[in-house]
């Protein structure tokens, strides 16, 4: 039994190949044969085939479809339950508070060597962010390395006003002390100042701070 390989009209394979630049999967989907018989088309017509590098590339540049943030909403109005994206999810969060908090235990608990090295990361980085801001050197004229010590190994981020202890107490951990410190200078807050250990502990003893 012959087997006769279905055609494509030249005009319409000329049309979809050459000028509306599809491939041969998007023109095979379109009469219902595979690639391969789209390309024997293209062949018996003498229509170069392109690579299939440059078949990826042309798919490649294509504008693809993006849905928007207000698609995304409307999309999901049954799920919001009519209520703005960002408050539904407010809410959610609040009705679902302990859920999180154990998943969040659960999760540190079988990461904590992830959990902790990320601490240590992300506090030094803010940290090297504050030691920047605050000039990169010890603040006393009086410092006993000429120029002020620079290595910040040995800087101390200090409290002008001997107030550390209470902000301390007001916060929970170190890394919520870096933030709040970082937002503080930020906003022009001059409550803080780099000295090195030296003239901290010289400061606190002729201050008497705690």
Not at 35 to 43: C, K, Q, Y
Not at 44 to 57: C, F, G, K, Q, T
Not at 180 to 200: E, F, H, T, V
Request: hydrophobic share 30%; charged share 30%; proline share 3%.
């Amino acid at each position: 039994m012959a087997y006769h390989r279905k055609e494509i009209p030249k005009e319409a394979l000329m049309v979809l190949y050459l000028d509306e630049k599809k491939t041969p999967d998007e023109i095979g989907a379109i009469y219902g044969m595979v690639d391969n018989t789209v390309r024997a088309n293209l062949r018996r017509l003498d229509i170069p085939v392109r690579s299939a590098s440059e078949s990826h590339y042309l798919a490649w540049c294509k504008p693809r479809k993006i849905s928007t943030r207000e698609q995304l909403v409307a999309r999901n109005q049954r799920t919001l339950k009519g209520l703005p994206y960002d408050e539904y999810y407010r809410e959610y969060f609040k009705s679902h508070r302990r859920q999180h908090a154990e998943s969040d235990r659960r999760f540190q608990q079988h990461h904590k060597d992830r959990e902790a090295l990320h601490h240590r990361e992300y506090n030094r980085r803010i940290r090297q962010e504050i030691t920047e801001l605050l000039g990169g050197k010890c603040s006393n004229p009086n410092c006993a390395v000429s120029g002020g010590m620079k290595d910040p190994r040995a800087l101390q981020i200090d409290h002008v006003n001997g107030d550390g202890a209470k902000l301390r107490r007001g916060l929970n951990g170190l890394q919520s002390m870096y933030r709040q410190m970082l937002r503080d200078i930020k906003a022009g807050s001059k409550a803080y100042q780099l000295l090195c250990a030296n003239c901290n502990w010289i400061k606190k003893f002729e201050r008497d701070e705690s």
